[in-house]
């Protein structure tokens, strides 16, 4: 007998005292010992650590208490992020040791107790310095030296040189810093934590004649909801009854309500607007629309660019190499005769606060973290900061044509009676014998009918003796009379109808980007029907902003006839076409331009061109909100299906990637500054404190610049 073996558990942990890498580091250096532990997954920007583990979760739990980070158990709930306010530990412990420090000058200053001298200050190196301290030990414990151990060795040297009232000024600085980082990383998790707040929380359920209210994870596919004005959408769903508009915005970016009537599509999170209207719920609210998008942006934060993860293995090396350059300055100059112990031991200590890695640590996830969510705020859905840095490398650019650049919608441009027949008439019997078809053409022709006020003389026609002719069109007996739409093959055999056809069309040729459908009696009178689906207003422009910003090389991949292909890349501004492609012509052209080691990005529509965004160093697709396919397949969701959006996307990546190099650059270029000064004695403790908390401020605040939107644009 074969046992199976359990598959491992996922357990979601929130640890409240996880607030920068350096807990992180911690956290991964412990859990990671353990045998039970298969693998860690950190969404520091919500205080949250998925483990993957055997058994039962109590022995990670122990774990994290151990190194003085309790942390507990959480479900996987959309309903809110569990994203909580800055800790009110840091302030604390600033205002105490800021009001003792005050005290102890005071004391000072009125020599009010003379005989302490400085021991006046312990009282504020004790409470500022503790928690420090405490965090130091637990680092050199775990063996992850972070900012915590290298300012505890720092203060603890500088109090063993007797300098209490420099040490008290240190540490109440710090505690600062640490306030001040808590609450300017808050307000990055806040700006994260709006992507979830349209979370929907309840449901209104109509059964039997009544309606109850549920929460909304309760609502199963079939269930009757009744969404009155003002109301959260609580569920996929799709309009029974009523009429509305629907503020989308919190799925695709734009801001426009989106009209809503029978058969119309509904998403969870989304606000219904003035109208009342009933649905019945088609997903659960797990398998949402909004649900996909909350996972993929937990995740998006979770993973890192190549240049963060450059940095945190640079973050690595540099802590331990900076304690050797301490312990160099300390030692070194007074065995070789330059100055006494002391001074080089105090200039040590500087070394240490002034080379502290929080800056260069938090130099990437801040920018990405702050860019993700910009993305995201404008309807586009990156899954990571690694797909948002490939994105603004991209120079070639391969487009599928229906749907993309296209509209994906054929419309009827020019009716061409022929036989007797009047253009109306022709439209007219297209419209009956089509009735109920999915096809384009079908769809095409019956908008063509409402537009021309057909509706009621369709509705009171029957087409009778229907029949599907396969690959050549449709046949139906209609007052009388047998029509057929399709193409001309389909009027081979039928000589009368066949005759005039041919010379109808002989008179006229059609363009080439346009599709035909026949429609025609056996008397040879009927009508040719043009079609076109028509590229996007916007497609042309974007070609060209695309080229404006480097994109040297833009491909058009489609399965349509080369005629219709070439006229709409001609009319776009594309001149590199392939056409007439299977999904695995598509692919294999994607591969191709990959191998040729160029970065390229695939347009398509997340379907049936998954296999070529599979295969693409970045995968776009046209995804509408409604489109959970194109969120699972590609690497960038277009949410709208708005090209305005590429763009737009692609210089949010080289944002991004300018932003991490700015915040690495200048915090390393200060801090190289303060060590020289250190090195000659010109930099103080205190001094260090503040160009440490100014250089960590400063690489914050500059990526907390990415969650604006782009000069001259709203949103």
């Known amino acids: 007998m074969v046992t199976m073996a359990t598959p491992p558990t996922i357990t979601r942990i929130y640890v409240p005292a996880m607030d920068c890498p350096d807990e992180e580091r911690e956290i991964r250096t412990a859990l990671s010992r353990l045998p039970e532990v298969s693998g860690l997954t950190f969404h520091l920007f919500s205080r949250q650590v998925e483990v993957r583990h055997e058994g039962e979760v109590d022995a990670v739990l122990a774990a994290l208490a151990v190194i003085g980070m309790p942390g507990q158990a959480v479900d996987g709930s959309f309903r809110k992020a569990d994203i909580p306010e800055a800790p009110g530990g840091p302030l604390r412990t600033f205002g105490t040791a800021l009001a003792l420090l005050a005290l102890a000058a005071a004391a000072r200053l009125f020599h009010l107790f003379p005989s302490a001298g400085q021991y006046t200050f312990l009282p504020a190196v004790l409470v500022g310095g503790l928690p420090v301290a405490i965090r130091g030990f637990r680092e050199i414990r775990n063996r992850s030296l972070g900012m915590n151990a290298l300012m505890t060795v720092s203060i603890g040297g500088a109090a063993l040189m007797g300098d209490l009232v420099e040490d008290a000024a240190v540490v109440t600085l710090f505690a600062l810093a640490n306030f001040l980082e808590a609450k300017s990383l808050d307000r990055a998790r806040r700006a994260t934590a709006v992507l979830f707040e349209s979370a929907p929380e309840q449901a209104v359920v109509r059964a039997g004649g009544l309606d109850r209210v549920i929460p909304a994870e309760h609502v199963n596919p079939g269930d009757l909801l009744v969404i009155r004005a003002g109301e959260r959408v609580p569920v996929d769903a799709r309009v029974r009854e009523g009429a509305s508009d629907v503020d989308e915005s919190v799925l695709t970016g ?272 009927g009508g040719i029907i043009e079609m076109e689906d028509v590229p996007r207003d916007e497609a042309e422009g974007i070609v060209a902003a695309l080229r404006g910003m480097g994109v040297s090389r833009i491909a058009m991949l489609t399965g349509d006839h080369g005629d219709v292909a070439r006229a709409t890349a001609a009319a776009v501004g594309i001149d590199e076409v392939h056409a007439g492609l299977l999904p695995e012509d598509k692919q294999a052209l994607v591969r191709r331009m990959v191998n040729e080691r160029e970065v390229v990005a695939f347009v398509g529509d997340g379907v049936n061109d998954a296999p070529a965004l599979a295969l693409a160093s970045v995968g776009i697709a046209m995804g509408s909100a409604g489109s959970p396919a194109a969120i699972d397949t590609a690497d960038v969701v277009l949410m709208a299906g708005d090209l305005h959006r590429l763009p737009g996307a692609m210089a949010l990546g080289r944002r991004m990637v300018k932003v991490v190099r700015q915040n690495v650059a200048s915090a390393l270029v200060i801090k190289a500054a303060f060590l020289a000064a250190a090195a000659v004695g010109y930099a103080s403790l205190w001094m260090a404190v503040l160009a440490d908390m100014g250089t960590t401020l400063l690489v914050i605040f500059n990526g907390l610049r990415l969650l604006r939107p782009a000069s001259g644009k709203k949103g």
């Open 254 to 525: 734009e801001s426009q309500p989106v009209d809503k009537t029978a058969g119309s599509p509904l998403h969870a999170g989304t606000v219904n607007g003035r109208g009342m209207l009933v649905a019945e719920a088609v997903r659960p609210l797990s398998e949402s629309t909004y649900a996909r998008i909350l996972r993929r942006v937990e995740e998006a934060h979770a993973g890192k660019a190549p240049i963060q993860a450059t940095m945190d293995r640079f973050a690595a090396v540099y802590t331990p190499a900076v304690l050797a350059v301490a312990v160099l300055t300390a030692a070194l100059p007074p065995l070789l005769g330059y100055g006494a112990p002391l001074e080089w031991a105090y200039r040590a200590l500087v070394v240490l606060v002034i080379a502290c890695p929080c800056a260069i640590v938090l130099a990437a996830p801040v920018a990405a973290v702050s860019a993700l969510t910009r993305a995201t705020r404008d309807g586009v859905l990156v899954k990571g900061a690694n797909a948002l840095e490939t994105l603004g490398r991209v120079r070639t650019i391969a487009f599928d044509k229906t749907g993309t650049l296209t509209r994906g919608r054929l419309r009827v441009v020019r009716v061409r009676p022929f036989g007797g027949m009047t253009g109306r008439e022709a439209v007219r019997l297209a419209a009956i014998v089509e009735t109920g078809s999915a096809h384009p053409a079908a769809e095409a022709m019956r908008h063509e009918a409402q537009r021309l006020g057909m509706e009621g003389s369709i509705g009171a026609a029957h087409a009778e003796d229907f029949a599907l002719h396969e690959g050549l069109g449709v046949s139906a007996s209609v007052d009388g009379r047998t029509i057929r739409v399709g193409s001309r093959r389909l009027f081979e055999g039928v000589g009368g109808a066949v005759s005039a056809l041919d010379a109808a069309l002989s008179q006229d040729r059609c363009p080439p980007e346009r599709t035909i459908s026949i429609v025609g009696d056996d008397a040879g009178t």
